[in-house]
């Protein structure tokens, strides 16, 4: 077993900003890959002013830059994009969300970065993508979340559409980056191709998550509409507050677990109804079944209502809040949050890797660190500009 990664000797340019790149990047470091992280000499990546911070010190930046090196470039200055032609050479992949034709206007198309490094692979990731009317309007995740349909779907019937109150359409379009990266590192390496462009929008990875909404709409002009925490496909499925004030949710995917749920709350009745046998069907009964569920869940305390659904191999969880989940025993035991230490703030807990795998594992090896913190070891360490060159750009605020 070895213990660098099953990306390791990979390394990635990260020229991306806020979420979905830097998590991508985040991610791919996590498994092994060198991860350069390229931000503006002067400010940064945004991230580093977003959110929390403890003394000073940007805690999501702490989260999101584990595992990169630092580097100040700015590759808007001819010298600046001169030094990264030199970094793309010892690369396999850069991860970019410039608006489409920076890099173009820049000098630093792929065209230019092939001929620099045939096997680079360019992951391009844009709020509508490097074509179409939309391409050149600022994309951010909200927006995704708005016209992908999700904020259509999402609240109560009365009320009104509703985003998310975190980056969900940016990490989506993580995941599906890191998926695209690995795959074109695999036809590269495995299959003999050469290098490729991979070109990622936010919307589209969010499309997908919502299921088979065009389908529907394409064959029953079917469009599906907000009904709060409830499902069109199966029923019952929401939250219920407990006795002691708290809350649980429960679902029931499978028709057996449904049939399980009711027997538990005192209506066995039910199941033998013909309506029942389908998620479809339950879920046009959704009102009845929720006050079964409702009624026998508000009569109880959580943990005796957890205790109960899981004695029954009923599917139940409680709805946490943070502390709670982070005390939670299984999460805990499993390693799910893990603990590191960090430069600025000592030990400190944050999400484990995402995977576990058997013979190449991933691992934190460090926490987001200060800007430009690696500068000199990438730029004078690595590509070998002199000391001299590197205190001329460090002047002119090319560098950091």
Same mark, same amino acid.
């Given at each position: 077993m070895t213990s660098f990664g099953p990306l390791h000797g990979i390394r990635v340019l990260d020229v991306s900003t806020i979420i979905a790149g830097p998590l991508a990047c985040q991610i791919l470091g996590d498994f092994g890959a060198d991860v350069v992280k390229i931000e503006h000499p002067a400010v940064g990546d945004g991230l580093r002013s977003h959110g929390h911070a403890k003394d000073g010190v940007p805690l999501w930046w702490k989260m999101m830059a584990r595992n990169k090196r630092t580097v100040g470039l700015y590759l808007g200055d001819p010298d600046g994009a001169s030094v990264f032609l030199d970094l793309v050479s010892t690369a396999d992949v850069v991860v970019e969300n410039f608006r489409p034709g920076k890099l173009e206007a820049w000098g630093l198309g792929y065209e230019r970065l092939s001929e620099q490094n045939p096997g680079l692979i360019l992951a391009r990731v844009t709020g509508f993508g490097q074509t179409g009317p939309y391409r050149d309007r600022p994309g951010f995740g909200t927006l995704a979340e708005a016209m992908s349909g999700f904020a259509e779907i999402t609240g109560e019937p009365d009320g009104p559409p509703t985003l998310p109150p975190f980056g969900l359409a940016d990490s989506i379009a993580a995941f599906a980056a890191v998926s695209a990266v690995t795959m074109a590192l695999y036809h590269r390496e495995v299959a003999g191709g050469r290098g490729q462009v991979i070109d990622l929008n936010i919307l589209e990875p969010l499309m997908t998550v919502l299921g088979p909404q065009p389908i529907w709409y394409d064959q029953l002009r079917y469009i599906q509409r907000r009904i709060g925490n409830g499902s069109v496909n199966n029923a019952p499925r929401n939250t219920y507050r407990t006795k002691d004030g708290r809350w649980v949710a429960v679902s029931t995917s499978?028709?057996? $677990?449904?049939?399980?749920?009711? &027997?538990?709350?005192?209506?066995?009745?039910? $199941?033998?109804?013909?309506?029942? &046998?389908t998620g479809w069907g339950r879920a046009e009964h959704a009102v009845e079944l929720d006050q079964y569920v409702g009624e026998w869940i508000g009569s109880r305390d959580r943990e005796e209502v957890v205790a109960a659904f899981t004695e029954a191999d009923a599917a139940v969880a409680p709805v946490y809040n943070v502390a709670e989940l982070m005390g939670d025993v299984h999460v805990r035991e499993t390693g799910m949050i893990a603990e590191v230490e960090d430069e600025d703030l000592g030990r400190v807990r944050m999400q484990n890797v995402l995977y576990r795998m058997s013979e190449t594992p991933g691992s934190i090896r460090w926490t987001g660190r200060s800007l430009g913190a690696d500068t000199d070891a990438v730029l004078g360490g690595e590509l070998g500009i002199s000391d001299e060159r590197l205190q001329s750009l460090r002047e002119r605020g090319v560098i950091a």
């Open positions: 499978a028709s057996s $677990v449904a049939e399980r749920v009711l &027997r538990l709350v005192g209506h066995p009745e039910v $199941v033998d109804e013909p309506w029942f &046998r």
